[in-house]
């Protein structure tokens, strides 16, 4: 491609200008879901792990887990999944994960920090919340989340 035919094609790019630049990047480029996970931690250090319905049997506990709303911040996102399946409120704290490379996902963790509540299930997606230690976590526990709460790479 010649010099010029390159120069007209960046001087019709910039004469299109924003909302069409965008369309046009939105439809060119990947679309993923993010999964977003807190690592909820109490005073003492314990972690918050829920066992979820629809995860796979023998392998049921984890993280609080969820996926990102449109418009959603990852960390709003960390405190509305806490909050829908266990009636806690958490303060969000650094990013612990990111991950790419899956077909239509990419992850997120993030510490986060108990700020109140009692804990009442949404016993839909949840049959159980509990504080575990980090050195007496359940069986069943995904290998990743374990990973994750001990700050391990995955």
Known sequence: M????KNMIARLWRLVGGSLQW???WFRNAKFMVGVTG???DEDGKVLLLRHRFWPEGRQWGLPTGYANMSETFEDTVRR????ETGL???V????HLRSGYRLRVEVAYEAEFAG???EIDDFEILEARWFRPDDL???LQESHRLLIHRERL
């Open 2 to 5: 010649g010099l010029t035919v």
């Open 23 to 25: 369309r046009v990047l």
């Open 39 to 41: 690592i909820v931690r």
């Open 81 to 84: 999944e806490v909050l829908e």
């Open 89 to 91: 409120t958490v303060r």
């Open 93 to 96: 704290g650094e990013i612990a």
């Open 117 to 119: 509540g009692t804990i």
């Open 138 to 140: 359940p069986e069943g």
